[in-house]
């Protein structure tokens, strides 16, 4: 398995191939049969999948007579649980397996080891979420102090500064889900 599908995760990118190799030796491949779940909203997170072949569904179950609301379909090289590795926080949406699927899973304590003992992977993956913050219309910050932090790429590359920008990413998210903003 090469490098590409570390380097695939949207916070993961431009990294080198030895960061890249580094986080790769945490790493292991599921295979999973079609119509499997993943993960249910709410659970507590475990880690990142990466899709490596086949497709996954990420989905909001029916309830309260609303029905089943299908976000997106994800191909190879995409990947899904990034906010829950990096904030912990309970899964935001289902996933299932569409089709028979290999994917590549980051568990989340090894990602937390990853970040604290490599500045670099820990620099870039706050890099890469204030350009996805960035790439955001409609984003809401506390303060315009903030603001000028994630644009000035002035952000800290710890652990609890990437809690902040990816609960600003939550929040942004479902703001969208919820009035229908366009991205």
Request: charged share 20%.
């Given at each position: 398995m090469d490098a590409a599908a570390i380097e695939s995760i949207s916070f993961f990118k431009g990294l080198g191939t030895a960061d890249l190799m580094t986080i790769m030796q945490y790493t292991k491949t599921e295979d999973v049969e079609a119509d499997t779940t993943i993960f249910h909203i709410?659970?507590?997170?475990?880690?990142?999948?990466?899709?490596?072949?086949g497709r996954v569904r990420?989905?909001?179950?029916?309830?309260?007579?609303?029905?089943?609301?299908?976000?997106?379909?994800?191909?190879?090289?995409a990947s899904v649980g990034e906010f829950g590795l990096i904030d912990?926080?309970?899964?935001?949406?289902?996933?299932?397996?569409i089709e028979i699927c290999?994917?590549?899973?980051?568990?989340?304590?090894?990602?937390?080891?990853?970040?604290k003992t490599n500045p670099t992977v820990a620099k870039n993956v706050v890099k890469n979420?204030?350009?996805?913050?960035?790439?955001?219309?409609?984003?809401i910050f506390a303060t315009e102090s903030d603001q000028q932090r994630v644009y000035a790429d002035k952000v800290p590359a710890t652990l609890e500064a990437m809690h902040t920008l990816s609960a600003l990413l939550r929040f942004h998210n479902r703001r969208v889900q919820v009035l229908g903003l366009k991205t």
């Open positions: 709410g659970d507590k997170p475990n880690g990142l999948y990466v899709v490596l072949k990420v989905y909001l179950p029916a309830s309260n007579g609303e029905p089943l609301k299908i976000l997106s379909t994800l191909e190879p090289g912990g926080q309970a899964r935001s949406a289902s996933v299932d397996s290999q994917l590549l899973f980051l568990p989340a304590p090894a990602f937390e080891i990853i970040v979420l204030c350009e996805m913050i960035k790439s955001q219309r409609h984003q």
